[in-house]
């Protein structure tokens, strides 16, 4: 028996408008999740505990069976984790993105709008460019050697800054993706001394970006500068439970988000890296099946994550979204199941989002969200295509921790 687990990271939404009020779900072409959700178990689950904030790292950990409740001390030292950055007692470790504030030298930081919190989805190392001339400036190092901060770059526009011997008791940090359009001043770091620091490496770091050759070439180009960076999800050193002893399963993690490669990291689950995987809807999806069916040679289960319909949503790119959900039925789903079939391999696959991301705010909601567990042995003859509101008619799990349990049958 193979266990897959199918993450469409923020494809749930609410009702859409321009959808003629059903959700980018119903709306979409999925004729395989559909199918699959017609003759498996349908139902929805709680992957944000209440109380926390929804997002992927709760969300996801709650996926993998980590509680939040007993293991969450911030999104960054997930992603450190990834990049196998070690935080010692009393450090802090924070998500820096490359962003875009609004593109006029001449108004004050203060008054500037988020205008993307990817700065227009910069990869291939375009944002190690940026980061690496910030934290070599003789102004900004100035200020970041006396925060006692350093960078950890990505390929991508995330990074991890760590800062040293900090407290950040009651910091309160607003995640880029929530604000786009509103003022900087209505999201500045707030809660404690740290945030004046953050607040001032910030302001000097759009005051350097703003005319860096880079972002006049972006600017040529017609493509959104990189002109400011945003410290958000701080947190402090992580342990979370070993998948392996929880579920006597070995595993791996295919995906090109450093959130996942963390959470992968710290249970003990193997990090599978494929050339071409972006985090955005044009990723390599073949890349990721193929990796997947590879990785289940050797090993009881698979996690495939896609990003595409997340970071769709936070750009207000409704058609984009709806893309990425019939490209992950298509180009992930089925070709999965398909070779699966194949082999004679019996197996069992869970599909969801881990949180809804909503259309009409660009940002992540809470809200119970639908799963699939499908079993390629059984057919329920449940009938019902995969969506928000057919999951509520279902089985319902309070808990996200509740997942791995089912799919494994241990419950």
């Known amino acids: ?24 779900l119903e709306a979409s072409k999925k004729p395989f999740i559909d199918k699959l959700a017609a ?22 950990m709650s996926i993998f069976g980590c509680d939040p409740h007993s293991c969450y001390s911030g999104r960054a030292p997930l992603e450190a984790a990834a990049q196998g950055i070690s935080l010692s007692l009393g ?106 620091v953050l607040t001032d490496l910030m302001k000097k770091a759009n005051e350097l970006l703003q005319d860096h050759p880079f972002n006049v070439r972006r600017r040529s180009e017609g493509k959104l500068p990189g002109n400011a960076i945003w410290f958000w999800a701080e947190g402090t050193a992580a342990k979370l439970p070993d998948f392996n002893e929880q579920y006597r ?13 963390g959470i992968a990291r710290l249970t003990g689950l193997d990090v599978i890296m494929v050339c071409g995987a972006t985090g955005e809807v044009d990723t390599n999806y073949e890349g990721k099946v193929e990796s997947a069916l590879d990785a289940l040679k050797t090993r009881d289960f698979v996690a495939v994550h896609l990003e595409g319909p997340d970071e769709c949503t936070h750009c207000g790119d409704l058609k984009g979204k709806l893309q ?18 194949d082999s004679g391999e019996d197996f069992r696959m869970l599909i969801l989002s881990d949180h809804k991301t909503l259309t009409s705010n660009r940002q992540h909601d809470g809200d119970p969200v ?13 009938g019902l295509p995969y969506s928000e509101a057919n999951g509520l008619k279902g089985n319902y799990l309070s808990a996200g921790i509740d997942l791995m349990p089912s799919l494994f049958e241990l419950k």
């Open 1 to 24: 028996m193979k266990y897959i687990l199918v993450i469409g990271d923020g494809m749930a939404d609410n009702p859409v408008p321009e959808l003629n009020g059903l959700t980018p």
């Open 39 to 60: 003759q498996g178990v349908l139902g929805s689950v709680l992957t944000v505990p209440e109380g926390f904030p929804p997002g992927s790292d709760t969300a996801i």
């Open 91 to 196: 450090d802090a470790a924070y998500r820096c993105n490359n962003i875009t504030l609004t593109d006029d030298g001449s108004i004050p930081f203060e008054d500037k709008k988020i205008e993307s919190h990817s700065a227009g989805g910069l990869c291939e190392k375009q944002g190690v460019e940026l980061v690496e001339y910030l934290f070599s400036h003789p102004e900004f190092k100035a200020l970041a050697d006396k925060a006692g901060m350093s960078i950890y770059p990505t390929e991508s526009y995330r990074h991890i800054a760590v800062q040293k011997q900090v407290e950040i008791k009651g910091l309160e940090l607003a995640p880029p993706h929530d604000h786009i359009g509103e003022k900087v001043s209505e999201n500045l770091p707030k809660g404690c001394e740290n945030a004046s």
């Open 370 to 382: 639908p799963y699939i567990i499908f079993d390629s042995r059984y057919n329920t003859q449940a």
């Open 324 to 341: 990425a959900i019939e490209w992950l039925d298509s180009r992930v789903v089925k070709p999965l199941c398909d070779a699966l079939s």
């Open 249 to 261: 399963k070995t595993g791996a993690v295919v995906s090109a988000v450093p959130l996942c490669h």
